[in-house]
């Protein structure tokens, strides 16, 4: 059994063994191919099968993953000879849309199992042999972190099309743990003031950051107040019950637009019976838990609630400053609580829960400020589109984030219960189409602050 170590910020100034981030390394790739087989599992007529448009059959990401890891990790940084390259262009995301690859000569479950066991080899074989320093490609293990955040990001993925499945899907939730869970909820104050000032936004020393979080800038913001915790279930109900969803007026024209085209009239995976909610969750019925933050919402919805509330959705730069800011010592953290790599103890995440923690849980997450569970549980929608950082370089390949700047996109942040730890941190973003519900995203709510609430 291999040790976890645990990496820093600036791992190589800390003077610690170049050995032991290999170690990590390896251990991360474990973790993630571990959780990858576990996820697909299921019998092989649900693996190949398209479970919903919006998503690729299982068997697709299954390869997929060893496709990029071979490009990556065993062509680019080992230069070594490639062992699929008849299936680049069926395994790239870019080529064929989701919907339609379920038409293409995939692999099969075994032999994507096979191909991803020798990619695995071969990959560990480069990291044994490779210097982690010099070119970015390599320093601090920047493409193997890439690599191991993308299988993670995907599994995250596979457990969406879990939840699209038809029937009841193999998956155990592990019990959350009992002194996580809140039990001063109603005590919290509802939101939280967030001083006026500069902030610095993004990273520039984070390893493993990927280009869109970088570089690090100031950002100067007014104050504002923000929630103290995700909206829940329980109060999403009551935008539901005063006629959220029938009430134009609290919707953008587009989001009102998708509302009558769709006829959404709840999250998804909602649905009445009799005087209650109940809701689907990976094969199971049962009653909407009121005390759990909302998820499965898009950004439409998140921003009608908002504008119910008389609030508004928070903008990329006021989460971040929420959850990184420290005005003790006028710092950005890497997470909230501060900078060592989250635990069960600061955040739901890892996916083996299979759902939210109740709001106002994890005391010993929370912000400097107070605020909580803005790391894991849900991804929160917040009001700006995906647009790069003053000072964007894309690498180590434009596809990656540059394509998708612009105003098509909105951001999320904070990942979800379903996220890796290794695909989290307080500057990762994430973004997506504002219809998208099948993703595990919440929302928070915030407002300005009034002259007055500052002095």
Request: contains cysteine; charged residues 25%; hydrophobic residues 35%.
């Amino acid at each position: 059994m291999r040790s976890v170590v645990k990496m820093s910020d600036n791992f190589f100034e800390s003077g610690a063994d170049p050995e032991n981030l290999k170690t990590f390394i390896a251990d991360a790739l474990e973790r993630s191919r571990n959780r990858t087989h576990a996820l697909t599992e299921c019998d092989e007529e649900d693996l190949l099968k398209q479970h919903s448009a919006l998503m690729s059959p299982l068997v697709w990401d299954l390869a997929h993953v060893g496709s990029q890891e071979e490009l990556w990790l065993v062509r680019d940084v080992g230069k070594m000879e490639p062992l699929r390259c008849d299936i680049d262009e069926m395994y790239d995301a870019f080529q064929h849309a989701r919907s339609a690859r379920t038409s293409l000569p995939l692999l099969s479950p075994e032999e994507s199992r096979k191909y991803l066991a020798q990619v695995r080899t071969k990959t560990l074989d480069v990291l044994d042999r490779t210097p982690l320093e010099g070119s970015p490609l390599v320093d601090r293990g920047f493409a193997f972190g890439m690599i191991i955040q993308h299988e993670q990001q995907h599994d995250e993925t596979m457990l969406a099309t879990h939840q699209l499945r038809v029937g009841t899907p193999v998956l155990h939730a592990r019990t959350l743990a009992a002194d996580v869970v809140s039990t001063d909820r109603h005590s919290l104050p509802k939101e939280v003031l967030v001083p006026a000032g500069t902030f610095m936004m993004g990273t520039s020393v984070e390893p493993w950051a990927l280009d869109n979080e970088r570089p690090a800038h100031p950002v100067d913001l007014p104050a504002y107040w923000i929630d103290t915790i995700p909206v829940t279930n329980g109060a999403y109900r009551s935008f539901i019950d005063d006629g959220g969803y029938r009430t134009p007026r609290w919707w953008t024209a587009q989001g009102w637009k998708h509302v009558r085209e769709t006829g959404i009239v709840a999250p998804k995976y909602w649905e009445r019976d009799g005087d209650r909610w109940v809701r689907t969750r990976f094969g199971v019925v049962e009653q909407v838990p009121e005390d759990e933050p909302v998820q499965h919402v898009c950004w439409f919805e998140a921003d009608a609630y908002a504008r119910w509330a008389g609030r508004r959705l928070p903008t990329e730069p006021e989460w971040e400053k929420a959850a990184r800011y420290d005005p003790r010592s006028d710092c950005s953290r890497r997470y909230p609580w501060g900078d060592e790599d989250p635990s069960p103890h600061h955040a739901n995440l890892g996916g083996s829960a299979l759902r939210p923690s109740p709001a106002g849980s994890y005391s010993r997450g929370a912000s400097p400020l107070g605020v909580r569970q803005l790391i894991g549980d849900v991804w929160e929608w917040v009001s700006s589109d995906f647009r790069p950082y003053p000072g964007f370089i894309a690498f180590p390949y434009q596809e990656y984030s540059e394509v998708f700047f612009g105003s098509d996109y909105k951001v999320l942040r904070g990942g979800s219960w379903a996220a890796d730890a290794a695909a989290c941190r307080g500057t990762f973003r994430n973004w997506d189409y504002p219809i998208r519900r099948q993703i595990f995203a919440g929302f928070r709510t915030a407002r300005d602050a009034a002259p007055d609430e500052v002095r």
